[in-house]
């Protein structure tokens, strides 16, 4: 495992962010990022009884919310002055981010990606100019490969989900949701490796303090769920999702924030996924990724109660092929 | 013809709706009809070397910017000591936006539908509380019945799209871009009534007078097209495209405003209209009815040259059926 820690080491400072790091995010992504439309839809609030806030983070550009923490690291790394470059690996959307922000800081990029990676986001990383270096598709080889390109190009190493700056940054979608709707209730938030959930209840901490953040994860990638009821973080299982931004481990520091302020986390039947994303095509007019789905399900299939209440959920992604 | 007259005379003053028709109706419909976002795409503009901005109508509520109008109409209408409830007929999104805005101003709605239209669009309608009558599906028979309901009910006629008030109400969708996005050089509109680009450049040519507002229409329904090169309105003629909203023929105030201030309008293969419907959903996550993606194809498929230009795009609505 040794390579795997070497090439997961964040460039960061080993400590959790405080919402002063959320506030500081914002103001350093403000040029990159785009600030994101929150949307509701009669039909769904008639459906729920309640009121629904859908921050847009397919909308962003890149197609995700994985814009905000790449370009918070990337514009912290820029500061460095031994900082030449930055490097990933990653099969989806944070690849894309990080060879954006690195554009956008005028800093080269190296992103390893699996030979099977959806060609879309393949394309999406060399329009963006990064260099890219395929390898076996297993985290193996994605390991061993960053971990030899790190030695060699002396890069820093951004990881998608386990880095302060990455999390400070993913909680500015939180932080705008919370500006532009107050009182907020509940909170659903799709959990993958989970940088998106801890930004949220960073951010909401200080914006919403008596919300409740509700992570939602496909039952069949239920280590969240797992990890939190067993007290300790579950790395080792084999996901069965269509929801492929959602497949990844918890990692040691979001799985920390989690233990600290995550009471719920909702399990979605792969059934429901697909359902919530044709009905949010349907009724919002708006193209989600399958990950996105699964933080509207709990919503259509009853799974929560929200009569009365103010809800927000925030739409990670929207990089999908489209049927037909 | 004359039950064609006597249902499609408008309840309005017949007069053409000039700037400060469109600033009132900004005011009047501000607590009904959404503010919809302004969105960019890099590889869009990348691909058409300039600055496209996406005026996202399919965001509105009902699913199109066809609620602008009718609640300018309504509220006007409830203004009026003698009216009692407003009708239309219409086998698209001009029913579902009146059913809104009747509901919004709590005045009761009739609506004739031919008894083909989509199940969807039918489910808008009484999802607000209008009354739905049924008829044969074909032009006539939607006049005839309108027209009996009109005696018979009293209700105020709103037409679909020759009605200053729907102009003006329509036109507030370019207002709220210009207002957005300064020095628009172009504007695409698609073009089927023709309210919308009648408005668009009645609020054009105060905020951005030096901007052609370019009108965009199917191959297979090109009246307006034929109707400027020939200088008389066409009404004769049999539809033959997938853009569902834009088979009607121009209304006879639209036209005249048309003639006076468009002078460019672009003919759509279906091919590029679905290419472009396509391009929409996998680049901006935005699903896009086909009527709307007539006014993004002469982008994509060279019709125009917009190097180093600032365009608006309007997207007018985003109901259609999903594939797969």
Redesign the interface.
């Known amino acids: 495992m040794s390579s795997f820690t070497t090439a997961r080491a964040s460039s960061a400072p080993d400590r959790v962010p405080r919402f002063h790091d959320v506030e500081d995010a914002a103001r350093r992504i403000a040029g990159t990022v785009r600030r994101t439309?929150v949307?509701t839809n009669?039909?769904i609030d008639?459906q729920c009884r309640g009121g629904v806030h859908f921050k847009c983070e397919?909308?962003q550009?890149g197609?995700s919310f994985k814009l905000r923490g790449a370009t918070n690291a990337v514009s912290h790394l820029r500061e460095m002055p031994n900082v030449t470059g930055v490097l990933t690996h990653s099969s989806g959307n944070h690849a894309a981010a990080l060879a954006i922000a690195a554009a956008a800081h005028d800093l080269p990029a190296w992103v390893v990606m699996p030979s099977d990676a959806a060609p879309?986001k393949i394309r999406a990383v060399l329009?963006h100019g990064a260099q890219l270096t395929t390898c076996a598709p297993d985290f193996a080889a994605r390991e061993e490969v960053a971990a030899a390109l790190l030695a060699e190009t002396g890069a820093a190493f951004v990881d998608s989900h386990d880095d302060p700056w990455v999390i400070a940054g993913q909680a500015t979608a939180a932080l705008e949701l919370a500006l532009e709707v107050a009182d907020l209730e509940i909170v659903l938030v799709p959990v993958g490796g989970g940088g998106l959930i801890a930004g949220t209840v960073i951010a909401l901490s200080q914006l919403a303090p008596r919300c409740e953040v509700i992570g939602c994860e496909p039952a069949g990638a239920d280590d969240a769920f797992r990890s939190l009821a067993e007290g300790r973080r579950i790395t080792e299982f084999v996901p069965r999702t269509i929801a492929d931004g959602l497949r990844t481990p918890l990692g040691m520091m979001t799985f920390e924030i989690m233990r600290r302020h995550v009471r719920r986390v909702l399990r979605v039947e792969e059934s429901d996924i697909q359902e919530a994303m044709?009905t949010v095509?349907?009724r919002?007019?708006?193209?989600?990724e399958p990950s996105s789905a699964v933080a509207v399900a709990p919503l259509l299939d009853g799974a929560i109660d929200i009569s009365g209440r103010r809800v927000g959920v925030i739409l990670s992604g929207?990089n999908v092929g489209?049927?037909?």
Do not use: C
Not at 284 to 288: N, R
């Open positions: 439309p949307l009669d039909a008639r397919n909308l550009r197609g879309s329009d044709r095509w349907e919002l007019k708006l193209v989600i929207g489209i049927p037909g």
